[in-house]
């Protein structure tokens, strides 16, 4: 069985509704090629073949096995004297639908490969374990941030946030099950922040929180919310049920401060809030 022909019905293609297409197209060869919707149905023969998966291949090789045909019909039904002109004529038909039929190959292409990178620079950019953002992306955020602090003369706060005694879950319960706890812990999170924050995992049980446009104290009130949603219920897993608190480190950015000043500060304020006795937050004044 040939390949291409596997290609296209993996795809769903109905070789009923293929063949009537093709019928269609080439009984529309040439007719009205001088205005628009001659190139649009060209175009959209070309969406055709690559959405169902025709190897470009094919469709040159169709035109091959076409252009020859003809050929043999024009030297049976012509006189020599009509035969160079109707070839060249249809030459140049032939050669116009193929440059268009080509274009949509090459577009739909492009399309899909754009697509590709879109998604490998999401999967980048995504923590695989927790679903939010990984510490490059976090960073970048920051990055970000604190840009717009410095353009616009507005706040900028980091919440550095660490899961209490998570060692314990994994040495007690295994690290399928810490790696629930995890995920569902970066939910929490997620859903004690607003919409335009960015949450990102740090590294293991640590978490970064970029709160773009927002002065310390209004970061602080955001870190308490993180620490209640984190100890309000404990954290349903199989075998029985995990109680976690949490500890944060609150900081805002001071002027021309950079991405690693700034969360050096906020990670200085979390080891102060596990000194002062773990589910706490402290806030680093600068």
């Given at each position: 069985e040939d390949p291409s022909y596997a290609t296209v019905m993996a795809r769903g293609g109905d070789p009923g509704r293929l063949q009537a297409a093709?019928?269609?197209?080439?009984?529309g060869f040439g007719r009205g090629h001088e205005g628009l919707d001659y190139f649009e149905s060209r175009l959209r023969m070309g969406v055709v073949h690559a959405h169902h998966g025709?190897?470009?291949?094919?469709?040159?090789?169709?035109?091959?096995?076409?252009?020859?045909?003809?050929?043999?019909?024009?030297e049976e039904a012509l006189p020599a004297e009509a035969r160079a002109p109707a070839l060249c004529a249809f030459t140049k038909l032939l050669l116009l639908d193929t440059s268009?039929?080509?274009?949509?190959?090459?577009?739909?292409?492009?399309?899909?490969?754009?697509?590709?990178?879109?998604?490998?620079?999401?999967?980048?950019?995504?923590?695989?374990?927790?679903?939010?953002?990984?510490?490059?992306?976090?960073?970048?955020?920051l990055e970000e941030a604190l840009a717009r602090a410095a353009l616009e003369r507005?706040?900028?706060s980091v919440v550095m946030v660490d899961l209490d005694g998570f060692k314990a879950v994994n040495d007690t319960w295994g690290h399928p099950v810490g790696d629930a706890v995890?995920?569902?812990a970066a939910q929490r999170i997620r859903a004690?922040?607003?919409?335009?924050?960015?949450?990102?995992?740090?590294?293991?049980?640590?978490?970064?929180?970029?709160?773009?446009?927002t002065p310390l104290d209004v970061a602080r009130r955001i870190a308490e919310r993180i620490r209640a949603r984190i100890e309000e219920a404990p954290f349903a897993v199989e075998g029985g049920r995990v109680g976690l608190t949490t500890s944060a480190g609150v900081a805002e950015a001071a002027p021309g401060e950079g991405p690693a000043e700034v969360v050096a500060r906020a990670d200085r304020a979390l080891y102060e809030a596990k000194?002062?006795?773990?589910?706490?937050v402290r806030v680093d004044l600068g």
């Open positions: 093709h019928r269609d197209y080439l009984r025709v190897p470009a291949g094919v469709y040159l090789g169709a035109c091959a096995a076409l252009a020859g045909l003809v050929r043999r019909v024009a268009l039929v080509m274009e949509a190959y090459v577009q739909a292409e492009v399309a899909e490969l754009a697509e590709l990178v879109a998604a490998e620079r999401e999967r980048a950019r995504t923590d695989a374990l927790t679903g939010v953002r990984s510490r490059a992306a976090a960073l970048e955020a507005v706040p900028a995890l995920r569902e004690a922040v607003r919409d335009f924050d960015v949450v990102g995992r740090y590294g293991g049980e640590e978490f970064l929180v970029v709160l773009a446009g000194r002062a006795g773990r589910n706490r």
